[in-house]
């Protein structure tokens, strides 16, 4: 092993490793949320938020819409909707506008 007056500093070999690393980190988290089956189709600006046995949930970033594409036909349970009144919680009306 050479002593540390032995070693050699280069910033374009450090800066390629660490970015080779970090490309790869990042492939193996898409494998790991988004699924390899998908991944090849799925555009750079989506990110895997979950992928379990049952569920793939896919966040586009670029959009700001999430995407559930093994959604179930039918939910387990019936959606549940607010029941307030938003303009009960402005002080005028400009607010709640």
Known sequence: MPTLN???????ATVAA???FFAF???MLRISTEGPAIMEYVPNSVVGL???????????????VVYWPLY????????????????DYYYN?????
Do not use: C, M, W
Not at 6 to 12: A, H, M, P
């Open 6 to 12: 032995q070693v050699r500093y280069s910033e374009e």
């Open 18 to 20: 660490i970015t080779d």
């Open 25 to 27: 980190l990042t492939k």
């Open 50 to 64: 979950i992928n379990s046995e049952h569920d793939i949930f896919l966040l586009d970033t670029e959009l700001g």
């Open 72 to 87: 179930p036909h039918q939910l387990r349970d019936k959606p549940r909707y607010i029941q307030d009144n938003p303009y």
């Open 93 to 97: 009306q400009d607010e709640a506008d």
